[in-house]
């Protein structure tokens, strides 16, 4: 079975345009429904985030409203509890990517504030991308692509890439506050050729050892296909 790497942000808030502090951390769905499909098909998982600081779970992604009702919001939570790895997340500084068979990153806002600045998180998706290995990298946390920029440019530019849309930055009203939004960064300063599906579809495209989900729902998708390729 295969070893992989969650890489996660450390966030618990993220600073808007206006100065104010909005709460976030990692989005439940895209960290709780795949590991609970890779680990149930016999994959281990290993944690890393900046600092090795516990992940932080946005609590607007645990509302029934958002997690598929009472019970979706129950299975995400008893998840999140079980998974022993978020408890000891390792250092991005320490991680040595030839001890794992792929790397995935899971969004939420958290990594607006977090990775796309870390230069351990760039360093790490410029050598997976490199390296052929399967990198996964869903809704917002495309953003740490940023950190890879050396003199303005970026390992990903020309990939095919998708991640959280304008349209659903606007739907979840975070759009007139956010100090820059993830569709427009992605083609204006990593130079992605970006695409997108409908909103709040999954929605999933690979370019190479790239594979990257558009929004919360995507998250599956991509263990789906991460497990496809990993046998």
């Known amino acids: 079975m295969a070893k992989i790497l969650f890489v996660m942000t450390g966030a618990t ?27 149930d098909a016999g994959h281990e ?3 890393a985030t900046p600092g090795a600081v516990t992940p932080n779970v946005d609590m ?4 029934p409203s958002m997690a598929g009702g009472e019970q979706g919001a129950l299975d995400l939570e008893n998840t999140i509890r079980s998974a022993e790895v ?5 250092a991005l500084s320490d991680v040595r990517l030839e001890d794992y068979d792929a790397v995935y990153l899971p969004g939420g806002h958290g990594p607006m504030a977090d990775l796309a ?3 351990d998180a760039g360093r790490l998706l410029t050598a997976q991308l490199a390296s052929g ?38 739907g979840v009203g975070l759009a007139a506050k956010a100090p820059w939004l993830l569709e427009d960064e992605m083609k204006d300063k990593v130079g992605v050729a970006y695409s997108r ?11 190479r050892n790239l594979i990257t989900g558009q929004n919360p729902h995507s998250a599956v998708v991509l263990a789906e296909r991460l497990m496809k390729i990993l046998v």
């Open 86 to 90: 978020m408890r000891r997340p390792l």
């Open 13 to 39: 808030y993220w600073t808007l345009k206006d100065g104010t502090r909005h709460a976030t951390g990692y989005w439940a769905e895209e960290f709780a429904a795949p590991y609970k499909a890779l680990t």
């Open 197 to 207: 599906g409908d909103a709040w579809e999954p929605y999933m495209v690979e370019d």
């Open 45 to 47: 998982i290993v944690v």
């Open 133 to 170: 290995d399967p990198l996964a990298i869903v809704c917002h946390a495309p953003a740490a692509m940023l950190a890879t920029r050396i003199h303005g440019v970026s390992p990903f530019k020309g990939y095919k890439a998708t991640g959280f849309s304008n349209e659903e930055e606007e």
């Open 117 to 119: 600045v870390d230069a």
């Open 60 to 63: 607007m992604s645990l509302r």
